[in-house]
Nanobody, 118 residues
Framework: QVHLVESGGGSVQGGGSLRISCVAS????????MGWVRQAPGKEREGVAT???????TYADSVEGRFTASLDNAKNTLYLEMNSLESEDTAVYYC????????????WGQGAQVTVSS
């Protein structure tokens, strides 16, 4: 069974930085797509970044220029480096993956809480 486990969440002051990671296991083939999705209380889920198998990385407008997603194939680990964090970035961040395209996502991690204080 595929498992995605996030880590690295925490609290940071506005303007600060944080790096979260996701370790994938239990899969036989490379994912077609991986990404990060976040959900804040009272808000709909928002796709943060998607990484396609051809190397294309797409970011949400709200994080473009501030967040950087990357994949370490050797470690089966997906990262999200977040800079210039704002209070609006406070959310639970989910690592997601798909074996048949990007949407809808087939596999979800349990989430990492990121809290940005003012």
């Amino acid at each position: 069974q595929v498992h995605l486990v996030e880590s690295g969440g925490g609290s940071v002051q506005g303007g600060g930085s944080l790096r979260i990671s996701c370790v994938a296991s239990g899969y036989a083939y490379d994912f077609d797509c991986m990404g990060w999705v976040r959900q804040a209380p009272g808000k709909e889920r928002e796709g943060v970044a998607t990484l396609e198998s051809d190397g294309t990385i797409t970011y949400a407008d709200s994080v473009e220029g501030r967040f950087t997603a990357s994949l370490d194939n050797a470690k089966n680990t997906l990262y999200l480096e977040m800079n210039s964090l704002e209070s609006e970035d406070t959310a639970v961040y989910y690592c997601v993956a798909g074996e048949d395209g990007c949407m809808p996502w087939q596999y979800w991690g349990q989430g990492a809480q990121v809290t940005v204080s003012s």
